[in-house]
């Protein structure tokens, strides 16, 4: 993991990290991302899709070193639960606008490193097409994981390490 941008090895790495619903549009999905005491992050809650609703979010901050310029992928050191998720680039620290995705689905239960390259991230707005080029790692200014797979129940995502690398 060449450049890390967040390790939950302690619970202050979950501290920045708020949780962005689907409540904002009358839905009642709720999530949380925590400390683990085994040492890892957990994002965790439920998806209802009641209310037209039908996801959960985390995002943070990202703060990326100068010297990740050449990073050509976002990496996920995660544990999943069987469900697919979202990991969201944003390139300004506004908390609407254009948000950058890319799918993934972890084995269940297993660690795995996840490896999801810039140039294969879709930009999106309120969840709908939008137009915009892949970002680069250096204009990374927020990061979130999503579930929104139409399937409501619980949910939770293991994380050790979200970083940028090759």
């Known amino acids: 993991m060449k450049y890390p941008l ?5 619970p202050a790495a979950v501290v920045p990290w708020q949780a962005i619903d689907d409540r904002v549009m009358g839905g009642v999905s709720a999530s949380h991302m925590r400390h683990d005491p085994a040492g890892h992050g957990v994002f965790a809650g439920e998806v209802s899709l009641e209310n037209n609703g039908g996801f959960a979010s985390v995002r943070a901050l990202a703060e990326v070193p100068e010297t990740a310029v050449g990073a050509l992928a976002c990496l996920l050191e995660v544990r999943g639960d069987g469900r697919r998720y ?12 254009i948000a950058h995705q890319a799918s993934f689905q972890p084995p269940a239960g297993e660690w795995a490193v996840v490896r999801l390259p810039l140039e294969g991230f879709v930009a999106t707005w309120r969840g709908r097409p939008a137009s915009a080029e892949p970002p ?6 927020q990061i979130g994981l999503l579930i929104a ?14 970083a940028l690398g090759d």
């Open 86 to 97: 979202k990991f969201n680039l944003r390139t300004d620290g506004g908390f609407d606008g």
């Open 136 to 141: 680069t790692a250096v204009q990374i200014k």
């Open 149 to 162: 797979d139409r399937q409501a129940g619980p949910f939770r995502l293991d994380v050790r390490v979200i």
């Open 6 to 10: 967040y390790r939950f090895d302690t």
